[in-house]
C-alpha cells in the first residue's frame, strides 16, 4: 500500500512537472511568435514611412523636411502613447500571458476532476 502511495505521488509530480513544461512551452511560443510578427511589422512600416517621406518631399521640394515631418509624425504618436496607453497596454500584455500560462493548468485540474 506504502509502496502505490508513494508510486502516486512519484506520477503526480512528474505529472506537475510536465504541465509545467507545457505552460512555458505555450508562453514562450506565444512570445516567439509575437515578436516574429513585430519585426514584419517594423519593416513594413518603414518602407510605408520612407515612401510617404519621399512623397511629402516633393511637395516641400525638400527631403529634409518630408523625413522631418514623418519624424514629428512618429515623436506625436509616442508622446500620445506614453501619456495615454502605455499602462493599458502593459497590462493587456500582463494579461494575456498569465491566461496563456494557467490554460494548462485548467487543463490539468480537469483530468484529475475526471478521476
Excluded: P
Excluded at 507545457?22 to 514562450?28: D, L, P, S
Excluded at 517594423?42 to 517621406?53: E, G, K, V
Aim: hydrophobic fraction near 55%.
Amino acid at each position: 500500500m506504502i509502496d502505490l502511495f508513494k508510486k502516486y505521488v512519484e506520477n503526480r509530480i512528474e505529472l506537475v512537472k510536465f504541465n509545467f513544461i507545457g505552460a512555458i512551452a505555450n508562453v514562450a511560443a506565444g512570445m516567439v511568435s509575437s515578436f516574429l510578427l513585430l519585426i514584419i511589422g517594423i519593416f513594413i512600416l518603414l518602407m510605408f514611412s520612407i515612401s510617404l517621406a519621399f512623397w511629402l518631399s516633393t511637395f516641400f521640394e525638400s527631403e529634409i523636411i518630408g523625413f522631418a515631418i514623418m519624424g514629428l509624425f512618429y515623436f506625436v504618436l509616442l508622446i500620445v502613447y506614453t501619456m495615454f496607453a502605455k499602462n493599458s497596454v502593459e497590462l493587456k500584455i500582463k494579461d494575456s500571458i498569465v491566461e496563456s500560462a494557467l490554460s494548462d493548468e485548467d487543463e490539468f485540474n480537469k483530468t484529475f476532476d475526471d478521476e
